[in-house]
């Protein structure tokens, strides 16, 4: 193909000429770019997600201080509310109190310790631990009921485990004998 045969035949047909050296260079633009608008596409939905995110976050911390004033006051009453495995005495004076007040008689109490955090916590000054007690009294069955109801109702978290109703030893009398181990929620 001479120089000559080439301009008569862009003179004879300039717009099919000119057409697909357009396409040409059109497809050339769309392989070399289509690359770079998925990625375009997929930064846009990204920062799309990310201001969705910050805009849900704005809304939520409307009054953020009083809601966190609030969790803080709820906080002081559950810690006002856990027994001390290190307080021994004032643990079960606990119960001896109930005793006192409902009329059954505490044949035998023990705190068997508590159970320790989890091995890996490092720092065990915020974990609430259950501190475990063996117990064992004798009554009637309304002041049996009255004093579990005391403990479940009373100032601290109480959680049974098990427990056991027998009639007493004596079969002349309606006196029962429970036994029953529980956790009281607590800190070291």
């Known amino acids: 193909?001479?120089?000559?045969?080439?301009?008569?035949?862009?003179?004879?047909?300039?717009?099919l000429i000119?057409?697909?050296?357009?396409?040409?260079?059109v497809?050339?633009?769309?392989?070399?770019?289509?690359?770079?608008?998925?990625?375009?596409r997929e930064r846009l939905d990204e920062l799309t997600r990310e201001g969705q995110r910050m805009d849900q976050n704005i809304?939520?911390?409307?009054?953020?201080?009083r809601h966190v004033a609030e969790l803080r006051g709820m906080m002081g009453d559950v810690?006002?509310?856990?027994?001390?495995?290190?307080?021994?005495?004032?643990?079960?004076?606990?119960?001896?109190?109930?005793?006192?007040?409902?009329?059954?008689s505490i044949t035998s109490l023990d705190q068997r310790g508590r159970v320790e955090a989890g091995d890996d916590d490092e720092d065990d000054d915020g974990?609430?631990?259950?501190?475990?007690?063996?117990?064992a009294?004798?009554?009637?069955?309304?002041?049996i009921l009255e004093f579990v109801y005391r403990i479940e109702n009373?100032?601290?978290?109480?959680?049974?485990?098990?427990?056991?109703?027998?009639?007493?030893?004596?079969?002349d009398s309606m006196v029962m004998r429970m036994a029953m181990n529980l956790e009281l929620l607590g800190r070291p």
């Open 127 to 135: 974990a609430y631990v259950p501190v475990r007690y063996e117990l």
């Open 1 to 15: 193909m001479s120089a000559e045969t080439v301009i008569s035949t862009f003179k004879q047909y300039p717009t």
């Open 137 to 143: 009294i004798e009554g009637g069955f309304p002041d």
């Open 154 to 171: 009373g100032r601290h978290f109480a959680r049974f485990n098990q427990f056991e109703i027998v009639r007493g030893q004596r079969t």
């Open 79 to 104: 810690s006002a509310r856990l027994v001390r495995s290190s307080e021994l005495a004032r643990n079960l004076q606990y119960f001896y109190r109930f005793e006192s007040e409902t009329g059954v």
């Open 27 to 40: 497809l050339v633009a769309i392989v070399v770019r289509g690359g770079g608008i998925s990625d375009a």
């Open 59 to 65: 809304s939520h911390s409307v009054d953020l201080e």
């Open 18 to 25: 000119l057409c697909g050296v357009l396409s040409v260079v």
